[in-house]
């Protein structure tokens, strides 16, 4: 009888509230070989989001479809998932990884999930991959895995076990208050290759607005040719913000770095982050006072916020009852330190949108349904700007730059029809448009 029980009150709350499969994803690549690179990929997803079955069990469908950009060749890796739901659990997040060799080339990656129960409940996380190979014959770094937790282990049967340590890595890149330290872990490679007997390794932590927090050197002994690091740094007296890690081999004396930067994010409501500002996010009350098109413009304005399931999901809503509901979670889901009475997150992304509809503006075009104001409002401000007027050889572009975004990414937006409306062209940022021969099209002819 518990088990019917059971059985109906899952099915019951996921007609009347269904939920999204919350599924994160990252990847950190290694050396391999001289024409390989050795990719982890890292997912997360939390077991309450997916369809129990009668034996209280989930599982998920995951393939991984990595497509050449330029040969068109595809490596294709299919994954199954199956874990036991424990609702009385304190936690019901679950990480996992997969190792692939990839092939020097860069890569469009297509991940899709599906959940084992329900086949109709899915998602799609689309990235890019630049696979190129660690060369031998110089000093190299590692990308940065963040990790929950790593600790010395000889348990070489554990899926989070390399090189004498079990790293359980967090593919989200959140860390919180509770558990207030970040593990991280890369790897050192061609250390002999130096002419240098100057060779130091710099950490560094930096705040969101590139403030820097923290920086230690020390020397590289030259021992060894590869060597793994781990490191951890301790949190508890940061506020809520996002922050960069750089790690960095660098010849003191000047002639060479090599830096590896990864950016997590940081959930500290008992430290009050200075300069900050009170914000009284869209209150339940006036959205309780919107009609049905303000309601339909609201969630225009939110939508590159948003996933394809919680598009779907709001174009199915029948009543402006409905709307108002599903926005008001739809904020709360994004509220990072929901014990505060701040939504820092959709505090910073209205600043956004009030900039964008103000400066980017054309005679047919909100600012935010433009590129240029999609763009600031998903990654901020950029940290340069480079502005090519209209010449008699190309028609009017500018070069974003954000330097703490995955190392550094640029943006190229190109006003291609005259009119004002700078359109993307190309960007190098994962997930992003590509296109290498952007400046083919802001010619003119």
């Excluded at 996002?242 to 008992?270: H, Q, R, T």
């Excluded at 809503?317 to 014990?339: A, W």
């Excluded at 993307?424 to 590509?434: A, F, N, P, V």
Aim: include cysteine; hydrophobic fraction near 35%.
């Amino acid at each position: 009888m518990k088990k019917i029980v059971f059985i109906l009150s899952v099915l019951f709350s996921q007609i009347l509230f269904p939920q999204d499969i919350k599924f994160e994803f990252d990847y950190a690549r290694f050396r391999m070989s001289d024409s390989t690179v050795l990719c982890e990929f890292y997912y997360q997803y939390d077991k309450k989001t997916l369809t129990v079955n009668e034996n209280r069990q989930v599982g998920l469908f995951i393939s991984l479809d990595l497509k050449d950009k330029n040969s068109n060749s595809e490596i294709v890796k299919n994954y199954s998932v199956n874990d036991v739901y424990d609702s009385s659990a304190v936690s019901t997040s679950a990480v996992g990884e997969f190792k692939l060799a990839v092939p020097k080339g860069e890569y469009l990656i297509l991940l899709k999930v599906i959940d084992k129960y329900d086949s109709l409940r899915k998602t799609e996380i689309k990235d890019e991959l630049i696979a190129k190979p660690f060369p031998r014959d110089k000093i190299t770094i590692s990308d940065i895995e963040l990790a929950y937790r790593i600790k010395k282990s000889n348990n070489k049967n554990s899926p989070f076990y390399k090189n004498t340590y079990e790293v359980i890595p967090n593919p989200e890149g959140i860390f919180t208050y509770l558990k207030p330290t970040v593990y991280y872990y890369y790897e050192i490679y061609g250390i002999r290759n130096s002419v240098s007997d100057s060779l130091v390794l710099i950490t560094e932590l930096f705040s969101g607005d590139a403030k820097p927090l923290f920086h230690s050197k020390r020397k590289i002994p030259r021992s060894e040719n590869d060597i793994v690091k781990v490191g951890q740094t301790a949190m508890k007296d940061f506020p809520s913000d996002s922050y960069l890690l750089k790690i960095s081999v660098a010849d003191v004396k000047g002639k060479y770095a090599y830096s590896s930067i990864k950016k997590f994010f940081y959930v500290n409501p008992e430290v009050k982050k200075e300069n900050g500002v009170n914000f009284a996010p869209l209150a339940d009350a006036k959205l309780g006072g919107m009609s049905d098109e303000e309601c339909n413009k609201l969630f225009r304005e939110m939508q590159y916020l948003a996933s394809r399931q919680e598009k779907k999901r709001y174009e199915g809503l029948k009543t402006v009852e409905q709307k108002q509901r599903f926005l008001s979670d739809f904020m709360k889901r994004r509220d990072r330190s929901p014990e505060t009475s701040r939504n820092e997150y959709m505090e910073e992304y209205f600043k956004r949108l009030k900039y964008v509809n103000k400066r980017f503006r054309t005679k047919t075009k909100a600012g935010y349904l433009t590129d240029r104001g999609r763009v600031y409002l998903l990654y901020g401000e950029p940290d340069e700007i480079d502005r090519y007027p209209y010449t008699v050889d190309t028609k009017p572009y500018e070069i974003w730059y954000y330097n703490s975004i995955e190392g550094g990414v640029v943006f190229v937006f190109g006003d291609l029809t005259g009119i004002g409306d700078y359109v993307l062209l190309h960007s190098t940022k994962r997930g992003e448009l590509y296109d290498s021969n952007w400046r083919e099209r802001i010619r003119a002819f």
